[in-house]
């Protein structure tokens, strides 16, 4: 798994089968963008969004989000 810092407050993980890009800037060319912060909105027609609570799989990988008070928090299970 590699994990890179895109800019201050994004980042790019990608693994062997999927690539997610956390609380993105711009558009890039990844299987989902992951927003954690709730008032936050992206949109993007190449991949998929995720900015809630809910369990999903993306490429094989298994992500769960949950919500707090303040932040969502979102876990990855290979």
Do not use: C
């Not at 201050?8 to 997610?20: E, M, Q, V, Y």
């Not at 949109?43 to 969502?72: C, M």
């Amino acid at each position: 798994m590699e994990i890179a810092l895109v800019s201050k407050s994004s980042l790019r993980i990608k693994g062997k089968s999927a690539s997610f890009l956390v609380d993105p800037q711009s558009d890039a060319a990844v299987n989902a963008f992951l927003l954690l912060n709730p008032d936050e909105e992206f949109i993007s027609e190449q991949a998929v969004t995720v900015s809630g609570a809910g369990e999903y799989e993306i490429g094989g990988v298994k992500i769960t989000g949950l919500r707090n008070e303040k932040k969502r928090v979102v876990q990855y299970s290979p």
